[in-house]
């Protein structure tokens, strides 16, 4: 009787023979196993994001020239895709204007004009992994700066150059939950753009050292 029972048993399979057993671990089935949901590679972020420039530069040939440049408060939207855990490369989006006056020598040129300006920047950045939901990273990257819609004040024309730049960048995100975190990021931008400038009919020339720091604070959404 019992060489029958236990044949049974074997004939009926591994979970009849775990269940005959209350201390064998539950058998799942291959088929329904549960898999880790897949971390999706894009990331998005918007902050708020103060411009912080160097008050610096000179119009060529004028003695004492300088220049100072209004800061500002401005959204921006960045696009990150990790293509690993530790490494991602980031797409800054924003734009904002520039107020452009005259010191020095030049200082009764008071506010010399206005342009604005697009700077979208690519880094490629270092993501630590170890400190849980604190997620600190570091990158370095190019920027490309295009001025438009420009128009003098004091000058009868403005005209600042587009120009190529350097971006160095830390920051941290603070993860809430799997998607949601709050983010803290600063930037600086080596920016040291071209100008030409007409000033009562004299046709000029300069460079104007920006070199802004981007301070910025938002939320970030992991896909």
């Known amino acids: 009787m019992r060489a029958t029972l236990a044949a049974a048993v074997a004939?009926?399979?591994?979970?009849?023979?775990?269940?005959?057993?209350?201390?064998?671990?539950?058998?799942?089935?291959?088929?329904?196993?549960?898999?880790?949901?897949?971390?999706?590679?894009?990331?998005?972020?918007l902050r708020a994001l103060g411009v912080i420039t160097r008050d610096s530069g000179a119009v060529d040939g004028v003695a004492g020239s300088g220049l100072s440049f209004s800061d500002t408060v401005i959204p921006e939207l960045d696009i990150s895709y990790y293509f690993t855990d530790n490494i991602a490369a980031e797409l800054i989006l924003?734009?904002?204007?520039a107020n452009v006056?005259?010191?020095?020598?030049?200082?009764?040129?008071?506010?010399?004009?206005?342009?604005?300006?697009?700077?979208?920047?690519?880094?490629?950045?270092?993501?630590?992994t170890d400190f849980g939901a604190f997620k600190p990273y570091i990158g370095a990257g190019v920027n490309y700066t295009m001025f438009y819609s420009q128009s003098g004040a004091a000058a009868t024309s403005l005209d600042v150059k587009n120009s190529f730049g350097v971006v160095l960048q830390a920051g941290f995100d603070y993860?809430?939950?799997e998607h949601w975190g709050l983010n803290v990021d600063v930037k600086k931008v080596l920016l040291r753009p071209d100008f030409d400038v007409t000033v009562g009919g004299a046709p000029l020339s300069g460079s104007a050292e920006l070199d802004p720091w981007l301070i910025g604070t938002g939320i970030t959404y992991r896909f």
């Not at 924003?94 to 204007?97: D, E, L, N, R």
């Not at 005259?102 to 950045?125: D, M």
């Open 101 to 128: 006056y005259g010191e020095g020598s030049i200082a009764g040129l008071g506010r010399v004009g206005k342009t604005w300006l697009l700077p979208p920047s690519l880094t490629l950045q270092y993501h630590f």
């Open 175 to 177: 993860m809430l939950d």
């Open 94 to 97: 924003g734009t904002t204007f």
């Open 11 to 45: 004939l009926a399979g591994p979970s009849v023979a775990a269940a005959a057993d209350p201390t064998a671990p539950e058998v799942i089935p291959a088929g329904e196993m549960a898999l880790p949901e897949a971390v999706s590679p894009w990331q998005v972020r």
